[in-house]
């Protein structure tokens, strides 16, 4: 519920809402009985809750006709209802399965990424595509996570002066992605022969690691 609710808001303001939500209603056989007008004026302030709130029943009811009430584990269903799209597919069955079946490609993802050489495209599927190229699938998940926070916290959507992301080097011994730069760095990296990759956003003057055996985003560093 909460991942449908995060649309176009904030998680902060979202997090105000989910405890009232979840004590009226902690499940998807009790959601499915709630009315279009309860729902809505608790999630008021989310923003576009005539359309979260006509999701949100319209999810609790199929879970609750198609599924026995149990969230289902698998992309194919978890798109047929109301509000999950792929990304929000991806969001959960990371976060209540731990199943790495897709990359989430929120709007942070989208940015970093694209900043940062990762991808050329701008639509989340092809983009989401690229990164599962790049990652272990074992990363997907984390990797989500720590563009996100990076987003969130040091890359603003702003762009700031004398902004130009490239990449320094990429993880080798994955599938190239499209374009030339990009493909351009990742034969320089498999040049040199080793394990590990690094890239810099201009945008932040941040150096991100690829570390060693995961070529997860473990830490941000700010160069010296």
């Known amino acids: 519920m909460a991942t449908v609710l995060a649309a176009q808001c904030t998680d902060a303001r979202v997090n105000t809402v989910t405890p009232e939500l979840f004590r ?6 009790e959601l499915a009985l709630a009315t279009q007008e309860e729902l809505e004026s608790v999630i008021r302030s989310t923003g576009l809750y005539h359309s979260k709130a006509r999701n949100l029943l319209g999810a609790a009811q199929r879970v609750v006709s198609v599924y026995g009430g ?18 929000t597919a991806n969001v959960v069955l990371f ?4 199943i790495n079946e897709g990359l989430a490609v929120d709007t942070h993802v989208k ?38 926070w990076f987003g969130r ?5 702003r762009r ?11 993880p080798i011994n994955h599938q190239p992605i499209p374009g030339a730069e990009a493909n351009a760095a990742q034969d320089a990296a498999r ?8 890239i810099h956003c201009g945008c932040c003057h941040l150096s991100r690691p690829f570390l060693p055996g995961n070529h997860g985003i473990q830490r941000l560093a700010r160069p010296q």
């Open 24 to 29: 009226r209603w902690p499940g998807p056989a």
């Open 111 to 148: 940015r970093i990424s694209y900043r940062l050489g990762l991808t050329a495209h701008t639509d989340p599927v092809d983009i989401e595509q690229d990164l599962m190229r790049l990652f272990p699938r074992a990363e997907w998940g984390d990797v989500n996570h720590r563009m996100v």
């Open 153 to 157: 916290d040091v890359c603003h959507a």
């Open 160 to 170: 700031q002066p004398g902004y130009a992301s490239h990449m320094r080097r990429v």
């Open 70 to 87: 149990e969230v289902p584990p698998r992309l194919d269903e978890l798109i047929t209802l109301p509000g999950v799209a792929r990304k």
């Open 191 to 198: 040049q040199r022969g080793n394990g590990f990759s690094a």
């Open 95 to 98: 976060g209540a399965f731990g």
